[in-house]
């Protein structure tokens, strides 16, 4: 006894091949393109990383000069005329690449040269960055 085979129109295969690689790419938590590359770097880095305690990232590397409450009202943030990222309006100079570009490559002085935050490619991980980034936004709320 001969069976037939259930033959799949062109277009419905298309389709039916679309629909299952587009499923499997979600189930692999592979969604959609990245909209930049550090987009795409932080999807990397935090892919399956455990929880990131951003309160004590920036306790440890950022309270000495922005201080704890962020508004930069401690010695080096004074001597480093640190801005305060509470506010805002100086949150709103800055879109969340620019300021993990910031923490990631450090700052310099524009007139001077001199270092007014050093880099922290070096000690923090991408996810970390991000996380801290994360937190100096949540200040301003």
């Known amino acids: 006894m001969k069976t037939s085979a259930t033959r799949i129109p062109p277009l419905a295969s298309t ?7 587009l499923s499997g790419l979600v189930v692999l938590g592979l969604s959609a393109q990245p ?6 770097v932080e999807a990397v880095a935090t892919k399956n990383a455990p929880a ?16 704890e409450d962020g508004k930069g009202k401690t010695k080096a943030g004074s001597k480093l005329h640190v801005q305060d990222l509470t506010a805002p309006e100086v949150v709103a100079k800055f879109c969340r690449e620019d300021m993990i570009k910031a923490v990631t490559e450090g700052l310099k002085d524009e007139k001077t ?8 490619a070096e000690k923090l991980s991408a996810a970390e960055i991000s996380a801290t980034v994360d937190y100096v936004l949540s200040l301003t709320k």
């Open 52 to 67: 990131i305690d951003a309160t004590t990232l920036w306790t440890k590397n950022c309270k000495s000069c922005h201080g």
């Open 15 to 21: 389709t039916l091949f679309t629909l299952v690689t």
């Open 35 to 40: 909209a930049s590359a550090a987009d795409a």
């Open 113 to 120: 040269g001199k270092t007014r935050m050093k880099s922290y």
